[in-house]
């Protein structure tokens, strides 16, 4: 996140607090979104192993994994202490953490040569009822984000009409 610069004219200190806090947004959602995009690939990979049953289709899987997992450790460290959004972030790892299981599993039953078992693993909806929730989670944290954005712009602003009132007074 980058630093507030000094501006003096009032006009372009809106601009460039608009844009903070649009950063900081970003920066807050991304790992959210970015985690949701990375099980969906690491989906894929799954899904190309299964089909072919070729190990060179788990590669978009194995280097997906990683980069969930780091999404995870983001967003737990950022929201560290932050009672608000402690069960939103919660329930993302929980249901990634599940997710990421069953598609494992259903790899590891690929492997062993249980067609059947693996089949009936994906088609029993568990891992699209985590999708679902990891879905809805993400979305519960972006909403929470936007909130805090819009909150702390309408102080800006105000902070700035104030300044105005001060210094049209002086």
């Not at 990979?45 to 788990?58: K, P, V």
Request: glycine share 8%; aromatic share 6%.
């Amino acid at each position: 996140v980058k630093e507030m610069p000094r501006i003096d004219n009032p006009a372009r200190a809106a601009g460039a607090q608009e844009e903070l806090a649009w950063d900081l947004f970003i920066a807050t959602n991304g790992p959210a979104r970015h985690g949701q995009r990375g099980v969906a690939e690491v989906e894929t990979g799954q899904r190309g192993y299964l089909l072919t049953g070729r190990d060179e289709y788990l590669q978009p899987y194995r280097d997906s994994v990683g980069a969930v997992r780091d999404s995870l450790t983001w967003l737990d460290r950022y929201y560290n202490g932050d009672e608000a959004a402690k069960a939103t972030v919660e329930e993302i790892k929980a249901n990634t953490a599940a997710k990421l299981a069953e598609l494992e599993s259903t790899i590891e039953l690929r492997r062993q040569g249980r067609e059947q078992a693996w089949r009936e693993l994906v088609l029993s909806g568990v891992g699209k009822d985590h999708m679902k929730r990891i879905r809805a989670a993400s979305e519960r944290l972006w909403a929470l984000e936007s909130e805090r954005v819009a909150v702390e712009r309408a102080e800006v602003f105000r902070t700035l009409a104030l300044s105005r009132i001060g210094v049209t007074t002086m």
